[in-house]
């Protein structure tokens, strides 16, 4: 990784950046969702006019591949331009009228108008894993935008260069559209982000990251004079259960297609399955050997993450009752920061007794595959579950009653649940749900990806018996925006 010396902001600089934004709140927010989609638009247009500069920084800095980085700027303009087309209509506004009714069941009613309107400016933290699309113009900056909300982007230290140069990108492309100075900066330092969240002027905060690191920023966000929403994505095991009837069916599609998710990117996926649950009598372990010793040893982002996954695997392979399954072929040429792929085996019994160890997420390619010897032993290893972003079912249609007692124990913990596919590769859609109970994120209600992650950055105001003339565009007879008002009239 290119050894780059930026310095981090300064408390001068980062005052600054926060009043630009704390000015450029009411205008960008004032502005006509029609207005606002076109400068998503332009944004998009100028990262993909910058990709033959953007791409070899990531290359530098990542360690992932021009194909995978490639892709990932295509999927971070896909959801602007997504998100520009969703607010386009201005419907995400919700626009309710109740018309004022003096005979009115309850006693006369007043003339009631509610709407959504932006939060305020945001602090997003960068990831690493995603140096476009969770980075810099990534899904929470892209929804924090859509919804009228100016941005502060704390960069991540894993790609400085990289963050810089698309910030720039991003700020002059908004500027040139004619969004207020102000609607987006870039910041980078430990520090500053903390400073910044403390800062009154940020109204909520986004962050995609480890469980120590998220809830710290969490307990910031909550112990402020005035708390402020923190939507944080923090961890997750992704949970894979087989019934019989898949095992029989396509037992070795699925330790093929197991293996190329948890080892795939080299496990550097916040939806990378960490456990695999099997019947005992399941004779995979042959299948599941053989294609995990197949894929080679990868270097991880940075060297903390390296750290980390030796430490984790460490501890996880020591556990009484687990064995190796398998181990990736070592790489010679790059030792230092080479992560081997590893397949561990156990059993639930062990899984249940050990869990403070093995229910943690390992970030990196290491995954447990786990035997169960009866239904209701899935079902208890089910229940052992906190929050996770997936859970994953391969059925066939023999197994209706068992996966249908499964299912709600994994629908409690998860907030994706998936039949008969792979957890990694998440789609940028209407009704995809990026999100699930702690400690996967810290709102299990909202979504990190997809259009509805602009809700997180929407509160609700209802104006009653407010003058015509006074009402926003969007609440107005008239209705200027041309936007959709729903109306209940009197009875």
Not at 29 to 48: M, N, W
Not at 91 to 105: G, M, N, S
């Amino acid at each position: 990784m290119t050894a780059t010396q930026i310095p981090d902001t300064t408390r001068a600089e980062l005052d600054a950046a926060l009043q630009r934004a704390a000015d450029a709140a009411e205008p960008f927010g004032e502005q006509a969702p029609a207005e606002r989609a076109r400068q998503l638009r332009a944004v998009a247009d100028a990262l993909d006019a910058a990709a033959g500069e953007l791409i070899p920084l990531a290359i530098s800095e990542s360690h992932l591949s021009e194909g995978r980085l490639t892709g990932e700027l295509k999927r971070t303009t896909f959801q602007l331009r997504l998100f520009a087309e969703t607010i386009e209509t201005g419907e995400h506004l919700q626009v309710t009228f109740d018309r004022a009714d003096p005979d009115f069941a309850l006693g006369p009613k007043p003339d009631l108008r509610r709407m959504l309107l932006p939060v305020g400016p945001v602090l997003v933290f960068a990831a690493s894993n995603f140096p476009f699309a969770f980075s810099v113009a990534g899904g929470d900056t892209a929804a924090a935008l859509a919804a009228g909300c100016p941005v502060v982007l704390k960069g991540h230290p894993g790609h400085p260069e990289l963050s810089v140069r698309t910030g720039e990108i991003v700020a002059e492309a908004l500027r040139s559209a004619g969004a207020p100075e102000g609607t987006f900066s870039v910041v980078l330092g430990f520090e500053t982000g903390t400073a910044a969240l403390r800062d009154e002027r940020i109204k909520a905060a986004a962050f995609t990251g480890s469980v120590p690191a998220g809830r710290a920023l969490f307990d910031i966000a909550n112990s402020r004079p005035k708390p402020i929403p923190f939507f944080g994505e923090l961890g997750s095991l992704n949970p894979v259960f087989v019934t019989p009837g898949a095992v029989a069916a396509r037992g070795a599609e699925i330790a093929k297609g197991y293996v190329t998710s948890y080892s795939g990117n080299a496990g550097q996926l916040c939806t990378k399955p960490g456990l695999l649950f099997l019947p005992a009598d399941h004779d995979l372990e042959g299948a599941l050997a053989e294609e995990s010793a197949a894929v080679s040893a990868h270097r991880l982002l940075n060297d903390r993450l390296h750290h980390g996954y030796c430490g984790r695997r460490a501890v996880v392979t020591e556990v009484p009752g687990v064995r190796v399954l398998a181990e990736g072929a070592a790489d010679d040429s790059d030792t230092e920061q080479g992560a081997v792929p590893t397949l561990l085996a156990t059993d639930v019994e062990t899984l249940l007794e050990h869990r403070d160890s093995l229910l943690e997420e390992v970030f990196g390619p290491l995954s447990i595959v786990v035997t169960y010897s009866s239904e209701d032993e899935a079902r208890r290893a089910a229940e052992a579950f906190e929050g996770n972003l997936t859970a994953t079912v391969h059925a066939e249609d023999s197994d209706t009653d068992f996966v249908a007692t499964l299912l709600p124990r994994l629908r409690e913990r998860a907030g994706r649940v998936l039949f008969n596919g792979w957890p990694t590769g998440v789609a940028v859609s209407h009704a995809m749900q990026h999100g699930g109970p702690y400690p996967a994120t810290t709102d299990a209600r909202f979504t990190s990806v997809g259009t509805a992650a602009r809700d997180r950055f929407l509160r609700p105001v209802t104006y009653q018996n407010v003058p015509p003339a006074l009402l926003p565009p969007a609440l107005q007879d008239e209705n200027p925006w041309n936007i959709p008002q729903k109306t209940h009239t009197p009875n």
